[in-house]
């Protein structure tokens, strides 16, 4: 599995970002390079919510289904794979003086064995880095303005 983690602090109250965050309708307007993130349950925030997420990587698409884990208003939570693209993302939320700090973490594999190790260290990781910062901006940008 490939690993990456990345912080930034945006100047809103740790309630707001994580309500922001949480909501799933939000989540296309800041998450690179996500093309659709929709529920799949009656549940749609919170542990136990379900939600198809596909994307494109450098044209590469990818699908998920994943299901919230370790849900903790306004401390963070985990997106677990149920099925497709293996990946995990987990979200947490840290009140500071200015407003709250945000860690982003994010595991993820790549198909195509060996072959997908070697795309990966050419060329994913570094699309992966660029989108989670573009990611981060995004939301701070939204969340500031």
């Known amino acids: 599995m490939t690993g990456m983690t990345e912080e930034i602090e945006i100047n809103v109250p740790v309630e707001r970002l994580s309500t922001f965050v949480a909501d799933y309708a939000n989540t296309p307007r800041y998450t ?4 659709s993130f929709k529920p799949t349950t009656k549940i ?5 919510a379900r939600f198809d997420m596909a994307g494109k990587i450098f044209g590469i698409p990818f699908q998920s289904q994943l299901e919230v884990a370790d849900f903790a208003k306004n401390k963070g939570w985990r997106l677990k794979r149920i099925s497709g693209t293996q990946i995990e993302i987990q979200w947490f ?3 500071t003086e200015k407003g709250t700090r945000i860690t982003y973490m994010i595991e993820y594999r790549l198909p195509f064995g060996l072959v997908g190790r070697v795309i990966d260290n050419l060329i994913i990781r570094r699309l992966t880095d660029k989108g989670i910062k573009k990611t981060l901006q995004k939301l701070k940008d939204l969340l500031e303005k």
């Not at 690179?32 to 093309?35: A, Q, T």
């Not at 749609?44 to 136990?48: D, N, S």
């Open 32 to 35: 690179e390079p996500l093309v």
């Open 44 to 48: 749609k925030r919170g542990e136990g």
């Open 93 to 95: 939320f840290r009140s």
